[in-house]
């Protein structure tokens, strides 16, 4: 078939694209170089698109073939510049979202944390590169522990256990969820609540 590397191409680009969801967390500081060669890729098609246009303008649009090419990069490029992510949201397929929770640092990295209804939880640092961890949590009283925990390539700490503060002085997040290592961490790692459905109440924090 002709053009059969541009149309094994394609597949193979948009396959990647609409599969983030699995494959960006495991990349760690290679995330971001993924992206850029995606970005370059979808240029290229970019420049084959526009190629393919002006052959068909001179032939006056004649060849099937040409046009069936140029309608299938057309498609590709739309829904990727759309939806850059992926056409599916995979994560509505693992359960709904009973808690949310993120915080940003000095260097504007980015981590977030949902705990879903299957009792499983994933956390997202976006910084240098893209990290996750993820595995199973349980709860007792108001205490959240986690389980299975597998760590991402970037991650130092596994927390064992997560507890639900409620602010005295705040702006925007009255609750935050703060995670600790161990039972003698009493500072913990603090993360603002944005959605809360699970039932269990606030510790009030303990003054050092």
Not at 84 to 97: A, D, H, W
Not at 138 to 143: A, G, H, L, P, V
Not at 155 to 181: G, M, N, P
């Amino acid at each position: 078939m002709k053009n059969k590397g541009i149309y094994i191409s394609l597949l193979i680009f948009f396959l990647l694209v609409n599969t983030t969801y699995y494959w960006e967390g495991i990349t760690g500081t290679l995330a971001f170089s993924a992206y850029m060669i995606l970005t370059i890729v979808y240029l290229g098609f970019f420049v084959i698109l526009l190629r393919q246009l002006y052959i068909a303008i001179k032939e006056k649009f004649k060849l099937r073939q040409r046009l069936i090419l140029i309608g299938v990069l057309t498609v590709v490029l739309i829904l990727t510049f759309y939806k850059t992510i992926g056409q599916i949201s995979f994560s509505k397929y693992e359960g709904n979202n009973l808690l949310e929770a993120e915080r940003e640092n000095a260097a504007n990295c980015i981590t977030t944390i949902k705990f879903k209804d299957d009792f499983t939880f994933r956390e997202k640092n976006v910084c240098s590169g893209i990290s996750e961890v993820k595995g199973k949590y349980r709860i007792s009283n108001d205490t959240i522990y986690f389980e299975n925990v597998k760590r991402g390539k970037q991650e130092d700490e596994i927390y064992k256990f997560a507890v639900i503060e409620k602010l005295e002085y705040y702006t925007e997040s009255k609750y935050v969820l703060v995670l600790h290592k161990n039972m003698e961490d009493t500072i913990g790692f603090q993360y603002f609540i944005t959605k809360n459905e699970l039932k269990i109440n606030a510790v009030k924090k303990p003054k050092h």
